[in-house]
Nanobody, 129 residues
Framework: QLQLVESGGGLVQPGGSLRLSCAAS????????IGWFRQAPGKEREGVSC???????NSADSVKGRFTISRDNAKNTVYLEMNSLKPEDTAVYYCGAGLDLSITASQAMCRVGRAYDYWGQGTQVTVSS
């Protein structure tokens, strides 16, 4: 019953904003690092932004200053606020949760997907005029 469920995706015009949510059930999110990843058609999955158990974050250069990751342990939920969206942000966005010390204790490696144990089903984000 360990599940992650993403929500909040949709169609938005360039320059617009969306907030994605990643809700966990069946486990205590407090102990996990959380990463947001995305995959566009014909491209490999890339790490977008991640957060350690201590709240340290790491974001890809392409989204720095535009995307903000945060966590609300009381709600067992992690968020990704996306602003100033660009067409190249179009992708399916996934959240992952992991217990590996390489990502729970340090943000340096938390955008590496293989470190994560659980994944959500993804939510589509489309940025288009």
């Amino acid at each position: 019953q360990l599940q992650l469920v993403e929500s909040g995706g949709g169609l938005v015009q360039p320059g617009g904003s969306l907030r994605l949510s990643c809700a966990a059930s069946g486990f205590t999110l407090d102990y996990y690092a959380i990463g947001w990843f995305r995959q566009a058609p014909g491209k490999e999955r890339e790490g977008v932004s991640c957060i350690t158990t201590g709240g340290r974050t790491n974001s890809a250069d392409s989204v720095k200053g535009r995307f903000t990751i945060s966590r609300d342990n009381a709600k067992n939920t992690v968020y990704l606020e996306m602003n100033s969206l660009k067409p190249e942000d179009t992708a399916v966005y996934y959240c992952g949760a992991g217990l590996d010390l390489s990502i729970t204790a340090s943000q340096a490696m938390c955008r590496v997907g293989r470190a994560y144990d659980y994944w959500g089903q993804g939510t589509q984000v489309t940025v288009s005029s």
